[in-house]
């Protein structure tokens, strides 16, 4: 008959074994997550590859829908392009058919919205696949919508956003709301703040800098000589009252008229023509 004590010792040996076993089974599944190998290694057993199977196809699915997503955010409009009758300076080659631009004067037409060249005739066969760049869409305003929102990659302009969350964030309480027209000073200093925030300062001027490269000899020294003489004007602004923004009123016209738009475009060019002059002026011993 067994002793007191080896029945305890049994009995203190099945508790252990029993105890064991649940956590021994966790220790399996945690090996097996791990991609170990249970049991000898000559009889080795693995369930790595269903796990791995598992999570790659849950994986795949969350970036399936990640795409799907992203592709819901970006606008997929179909542009024409803007083209344009245009002179070339130097020798050009057609981007669709790859054969030279002949002639002196219009050798064929330019994208203004994306910068593509062509031939006149190649021009009807180019597919609608215009893509705006921000260097030659230089408005918000007076541009065309599918342009706007495919040079700045947007479902819809960036305007309507800001001002949408502007109004509903503190102006829905306000009387008249839509009905009280605003100041036209103050509605043009707002619009002229989006149309300069298409670049900044340093690429305005690096742009303005190619611009000028581009001119004749005659035009960019007659130019120079010009802006010096405005610059030397501006340092006595205290008696005559004539800064660069307002000789850029003055003279932004007379330099900056193109004779290829209308009388409306014109006028909407005016502010941008004094821009282009106010800068030419305060730069003028960095652009020429």
Known sequence: MPSKESWSGRKTNRAAVHKSKPEGRQQDLLIAALGMKLGSQKSSVTIWQPLKLFAYSQLTSLVRRATLKENEQIPKYEKVHNFKVHTFRGPHWCEYCANFMWGLIAQGVKCADCGLNVHKQCSKMVPNDCKPDLKHVKKVYSCDLTTLVKARITKRPMVVDMCIREIESRGLNSEGLYRVSGFSDLIEDVKMAFDREIMDP?????????????????HCETLRYLMAHLKRVTLHEKENLMNAENLGIV??????????????????????????VELLIKNEDILF
């Open 202 to 218: 340093d690429e305005q001027l690096e742009a303005l800098h190619e611009a000028l490269r581009l001119l004749p000899p005659a």
């Open 251 to 276: 003279f932004g016209p007379t330099l900056m008229r193109s004779p290829e738009l209308d009388a409306m475009a014109a006028l909407n060019d005016i502010r941008y023509q004094r821009l282009v």
